[in-house]
DNA sequence: CGAGTATTTAACTCTAAGGTTATATAACCT
DNA sequence: AGGTTATATAACCTTAGAGTTAAATACTCG
């Protein structure tokens, strides 16, 4: 469990990878049309292609003497819900950015009541 | 940038980085008491910590002798939505359990109106 | 300044990852 | 059976990754 989501992690590094899987969300096709964007060999790919399979994010099926694969997003969404743990600190910014917004707001409209306060207002930071 | 999601992917495929990480979302810290759960050596977490430096996943100040370490998600925010592409892929399945279930249903009541109808209903798959 | 603490860098080892070419396997088609 | 197509495996090379120990650096404090 830990163990597959290293697996889904490290097969989503190369961009090979993400190409092939890229490619499969149009629809399930064979290895060869697989391997024919890259400027690599044959083996080179069904050697992605087998990370994949072990991160189990395709399937391999038997089709004469096609093999198609087949995108399976399992182990995507494990991987997402690993990231997601964490969406609050990515969005923390907008927060900030929100709050930022409210105070300048609320300036705005002290200055029109009491013109008095001069600009050097320090805030932390 | 295409880059950058390389190193955040492969970043996050190791389990000691991605402890780091947890670890930091609790706060900011410094290397010492980061390294301390892991059997390993400081300047393996020292490595640990580059890596993640340098794909973005934090940033490190200077207090004292201290080089405190701060999460910092943006590039998460980034894998999260390469990854959310795929969300689709991973909800399918629930879509064809509800498409099933609306088709058991559909199925009761036209049993119940007109019985004569046979099991033997086969479906696309 | 000099000792102590926190952290990084250097130099080295070991294993795994990603690529290659050449060869094997599997199923198809006469 | 024998040739063709699709894919996988074997054996090999090169580089990167994760660890180690030992030494350097960057501060603090008395």
Redesign the interface.
Known sequence: M?DS??NT??A????TR?AI?ARL?LGETSVTELAEPFEMSMPAVSKHLRVLEHAGLIERGRQAQYRPCK?R??P??Q??G??????Q??E?SFDRLDAYLKRIQADESSRKKKEKRHAGNKRKR
């Open positions: 830990e989501i290293n992690f490290s989503l590094a190369d961009p993400r899987l969300a995108l997003a399992e995507l969404r991987a997402w690993w990231i997601e743990e964490y969406r600190f990515w923390e």
